[in-house]
């Protein structure tokens, strides 16, 4: 019987004009969207490969991209220093291209690099708003009414950040600086909770676990790592990869970790074992981006996919076997 978790699906041939640096799944559906150097976002039927929206406002490359929770909303960010959102039931309605954006904030120069969707939830109820990185070592919080700077946390450190994420609870946010910090903050109290310095090169990914306890990094000294989000000890070391390593992204059943490399490969490591379980060779030049499909309040994806992109141009899909 084969030993094997997960086999090579289909697969996208120029999907993008240029390189494509970033992917997200839609939760509780099998819809993708992605996004890069050509300026666009696209969103995609993952079982029947058709282009089902084209978003563009600007003619500078995506820097960052994200999905809201309830999959109603796109989050991007790009070199002109600009974020935009745009609703997706409008995008996906009629024609799509050079659909316009229902906000657009001006985060000014490199305020907006990374940025992420944050729900917070008080008395009054539950408010979205934005987060985002900054070239000098803070991640700035933004109204998504107002599309006004609200808050700032600040790493003490005046460095470039290269990456960003938010717990799916919304209770913490982290960020990764050029260097080998990286850094966990409380979202209620703007308090830094945590700091991780076990890389020795820059970090370039960060991601949390479905259920917002663990950190997975990736980072340009070839290595994954994987932390407590709520202690601040580091658990494990993955290494395997023969270049940086660009993205790694946890599992929903936090079994195991998916990586994308500076090397073309894509890599499937357990992470009970603490090893590296396959390897995909399919693109043919970096893998940029790697996301695992991702279940819903209302949907619960039982096998979820994985998707890759990179610099080749190219969508490929990873379908669960035994996982």
């Given at each position: 019987?084969s030993?094997?978790?997960?086999?090579?699906?289909?697969?996208i041939d120029?999907?993008?004009?240029?390189?494509?640096?970033?992917?997200?799944?839609?939760?509780?559906?099998?819809?993708?969207?992605?996004?890069?150097?050509?300026?666009?976002?696209?969103?995609?039927d993952?079982?029947?490969?058709?282009?089902?929206?084209?978003?563009?406002?600007?003619?500078?490359?995506?820097?960052?991209?994200?999905?809201?929770?309830?999959?109603?909303?796109?989050?991007?960010?790009?070199?002109?220093?600009?974020?935009?959102?745009?609703?997706?039931?409008?995008?996906?309605?009629g024609?799509?291209?050079?659909?316009?954006?229902?906000?657009?904030?001006?985060?000014?120069?490199?305020?907006?690099?990374?940025?992420?969707?944050?729900?917070?939830?008080?008395?009054?109820?539950?408010?979205?708003?934005?987060?985002?990185?900054?070239?000098?070592?803070?991640?700035?919080?933004?109204?998504?009414?107002?599309?006004?700077?609200?808050?700032?946390?600040?790493?003490?450190?005046?460095?470039?950040?290269?990456?960003?994420?938010?717990?799916?609870?919304?209770?913490?946010?982290?960020?990764?600086?050029?260097g080998?910090?990286?850094?966990?903050?409380?979202?209620?109290?703007?308090?830094?909770?945590?700091?991780?310095?076990?890389h020795?090169?820059?970090?370039?990914?960060?991601?949390?676990?479905?259920?917002?306890?663990?950190?997975?990094t990736?980072?340009?000294?070839?290595?994954?790592?994987l932390?407590?989000?709520?202690?601040?000890?580091?658990?494990?070391?993955f290494?395997?990869?023969?270049?940086?390593?660009?993205?790694?992204?946890?599992?929903?059943?936090?079994?195991?970790?998916?990586?994308?490399?500076?090397?073309?490969?894509?890599?499937?490591?357990?992470?009970?074992?603490?090893?590296?379980?396959?390897?995909?060779?399919?693109?043919?030049?970096?893998?940029?981006?790697?996301?695992?499909?991702?279940?819903?309040?209302?949907?619960?994806?039982?096998?979820?996919k994985?998707?890759?992109?990179?610099?080749?141009?190219?969508i490929?899909?990873?379908?669960?076997?035994?996982?």
């Amino acid at each position: 019987m084969s030993s094997a978790l997960f086999t090579s699906g289909a697969a996208i041939d120029q999907a993008h004009d240029d390189d494509i640096w970033h992917v997200r799944w839609f939760p509780g559906k099998n819809m993708l969207a992605t996004a890069g150097s050509d300026e666009t976002v696209k969103i995609w039927d993952s079982q029947t490969g058709e282009c089902l929206a084209t978003l563009k406002d600007s003619d500078y490359a995506i820097t960052s991209l994200d999905i809201n929770a309830q999959g109603t909303r796109i989050l991007t960010s790009s070199m002109d220093n600009k974020m935009r959102v745009w609703n997706i039931d409008d995008s996906l309605g009629g024609s799509s291209e050079n659909s316009s954006p229902t906000l657009t904030i001006d985060a000014g120069p490199i305020n907006a690099w990374r940025s992420r969707f944050l729900q917070t939830v008080s008395e009054t109820g539950s408010k979205e708003m934005l987060a985002s990185s900054t070239s000098s070592g803070t991640v700035k919080l933004w109204s998504t009414t107002k599309g006004r700077e609200v808050r700032e946390l600040n790493t003490s450190r005046p460095n470039f950040l290269y990456a960003l994420a938010v717990s799916p609870d919304s209770t913490k946010v982290a960020c990764a600086s050029a260097g080998n910090h990286v850094y966990v903050f409380d979202t209620e109290s703007g308090s830094l909770s945590g700091t991780f310095s076990g890389h020795s090169d820059n970090v370039r990914s960060v991601s949390f676990s479905a259920d917002s306890s663990l950190l997975v990094t990736a980072s340009d000294d070839k290595q994954i790592q994987l932390h407590d989000a709520r202690y601040g000890s580091t658990v494990s070391t993955f290494s395997g990869h023969h270049s940086w390593v660009l993205s790694a992204e946890i599992h929903p059943d936090g079994k195991y970790i998916a990586s994308g490399s500076l090397d073309t490969k894509v890599k499937i490591w357990d992470i009970g074992q603490r090893k590296c379980m396959e390897t995909h060779s399919q693109h043919s030049q970096a893998v940029w981006g790697v996301a695992w499909q991702q279940s819903s309040d209302d949907v619960v994806t039982m096998r979820p996919k994985l998707a890759s992109v990179g610099e080749d141009r190219s969508i490929h899909f990873y379908d669960p076997l035994l996982a």
